[in-house]
């Protein structure tokens, strides 16, 4: 969550002028400031290298382990986006790729899901309006992509506060107040577009505010699994991933010791409550991963001791 808390309170001070007649605009500033403090205090904790199981927020839940959605060892991509797997040729796909006598070795992680809100309805707010492909307009996210961490702030029904969601909050009711004010920001395009990256809707303020319980705001959302912060599909562990590639060659690659470690606690309770029989890739293990590519010649390549601590089908190590 670090890095998402930088990006957007970097969002906040270098690209998001506040409207001061707007009452909620205070509330941005004072929630910025907030988070702000929290990570300048973690970076000093790193800095002096003192215990970092005091911070709740920003902490490794896994003893140093990485914990994204996904760890590769070489990856090549033809666009920038490297979240999910390419399910097409990009127009400018990397190529001309030579990959020899290389050794990917020793890779871990220990991916944790995270459940997304997803709407019931196609254009919650007036956000991302068509032609607009930063992010789904479906999903809760807020206006750098991240997505609202349902499973951090739910505790038993009711909205559980911290610094880094409450600053999504608020800035998802500027964007309300903005919407339906026409305030500043709303009349300058750029200021406008920023804020309709945003689609935590009104229903789910009002749920952290108490204003509606859970049951209310599922009625508007629907619980989804199977992703991280950015909403990307997890993927475990890879150590050679492939993607939009065109005239790859290979020689003398070798891929060993690759693992996910993750288990059944990384999972999310309320995906699973909503749905115990959707399809989980965040215990997968693949050596080599190759998707949309043209002319990839996988010569002389070995993969070995790919493992996953957990598995759910048994099938986990390609």
């Known amino acids: 969550r670090l890095s998402q808390a930088i990006f ?115 254009d919650p707010l007036g956000s991302m309006p068509a032609g607009n492909s930063y992010a789904s307009p479906a999903h809760v996210h807020d206006i750098v992509g991240a997505v609202f961490d349902t499973d951090f702030v739910y505790l038993d029904g009711t909205y559980k506060a911290n610094p880094l969601t409450d600053l999504q909050i608020a800035i998802a009711q500027y964007h309300h107040e903005c919407f339906d004010n026409s305030c500043t920001s709303y009349q300058d395009a750029k200021q406008q577009a920023l804020l309709k990256r945003n689609t935590i809707n009104k229903q789910v303020v009002q749920w952290t505010q108490g204003s509606i319980d859970w049951g209310t705001l599922l009625s508007h959302y629907k619980v989804v699994g199977n992703k991280d912060l950015m909403f990307h599909h997890i993927k475990g562990a890879v150590g050679l991933k492939l993607d939009g590639v065109a005239n790859v060659k290979t020689s003398k690659v070798l891929v060993h010791n690759i693992q996910n470690v993750a288990n059944a606690t990384r999972r999310s309770p309320l995906a699973i409550a909503a749905d115990p029989h959707y399809v989980y890739n965040g215990y997968d293990v693949r050596g080599v991963s190759v998707a949309s590519g043209i002319d990839v010649d996988l010569a002389q390549i070995a993969t070995i001791k790919l493992t996953a601590a957990h598995s759910d089908n048994g099938v986990y190590a390609r």
Do not use: C, W
């Open 8 to 122: 957007l309170l970097q969002a906040v001070s270098k690209h998001l002028r506040l409207d001061d007649t707007q009452p909620t605009a205070t509330g941005v500033a004072n929630k910025a400031a907030a988070l702000r403090t929290v990570v300048y205090d973690f970076l000093d904790l790193v800095r002096t290298s003192q215990p970092l199981d005091q911070d709740e927020l920003f902490s490794s839940e896994t003893g140093g382990i990485p914990d994204a959605s996904m760890a590769a060892g070489i990856m090549v991509h033809g666009v920038f986006t490297v979240g999910d797997f390419a399910k097409q040729q990009p127009q400018n796909a990397s190529q001309n790729i030579v990959l020899d006598n290389i050794e990917i070795n020793n890779i871990a992680v220990s991916p944790r899901e995270k459940a997304a809100l997803f709407s019931l309805n196609t």
